[in-house]
């Protein structure tokens, strides 16, 4: 691996650890992200579950949609895997083909264009764990929402609803983090085209996943709603 490979790959490593917990925490705009706008926002959900009626009807179903789309993803990535994992295990012949792949990868040993298809399945299979975390989350979320004591038992109701956003935010979060791995995914995939598209693919997913975090209609939207929920009063 030459000097400008290993530049691109440290570039596409450092930015794809670091920039999950950046996000966590509102980076770039800590005050105005979506990440953040939307633990307050779950919190105000959690409020109402607590305070309505017991009708746990809707709020099970949008889980359980949750649920459903994070298997079908997880099971997307691992189709995906396991199709890919035989480039790591046989003998590649992409030197004698005609495509894209086959021109760039002919320039590369056998051992260098594994390490391509080995960084591609490591994006999916972070993608896949979230995507299985955040299933087992859900589901402990909907156990901890039928356990919540109704409106005619006496209960705290400001420590219901923390308790109750503690369960919820992570499990939600780990989708997100799950389906936002397709964006380094993709970029990882450019690797194959070179160290430069390699990098320039990193950059632009980054640039393309903070812009639709902070300055983005839908960002933008989430915002005001907070706003709405902070000024009735709905806690934080």
């Known amino acids: 691996m030459d000097i400008l490979n290993a530049l691109a790959f440290l570039v596409f490593l450092i930015v794809w650890i670091a920039l999950e917990p950046l996000m966590a925490i509102g980076w770039p705009r800590k005050n105005d992200s979506l990440s953040i ?8 959900w959690m409020r109402e579950v607590l305070t309505r009626d017991n009708n746990f009807i809707g709020d099970a179903a949008i889980l359980g949609h949750t649920i459903n789309s994070a298997s079908f993803f997880g ?23 005609h495509g894209l792949i086959a021109m760039f990868a002919a320039q590369d040993p056998a051992w260098f264009f594994q390490c391509k298809v080995l960084l591609v399945v490591a994006t999916l299979l972070r993608g896949l764990s979230d995507f299985i975390w955040a299933v087992r989350q859900i589901n402990y979320c909907l156990a901890a929402i039928v356990a919540s004591p109704s409106r005619q038992e006496e209960r705290d109701l400001v420590a219901w609803t923390h308790a109750l956003t503690l369960v919820l935010n992570p499990a939600l979060r780990s989708f997100s983090v799950g389906v936002r791995s397709y964006y380094f995914t993709v970029a990882a995939a450019f690797w194959f085209l070179g160290p430069l598209p390699f990098v320039a693919a990193t950059m632009a997913c980054v640039s ?9 209609d839908t960002a933008k939207g989430v915002a005001a709603i907070r706003q709405l929920l902070d000024d009735e009063g709905a806690p934080k």
């Open 37 to 44: 706008d939307m633990v307050s926002i779950r919190s105000s």
């Open 75 to 97: 099971s997307a990535n691992l189709i995906v895997i396991v199709g890919l994992s035989g480039a790591l295990f046989v003998e590649p012949n992409y030197g004698s083909g």
């Open 208 to 216: 393309l996943l903070i812009w639709r975090q902070s300055w983005s």
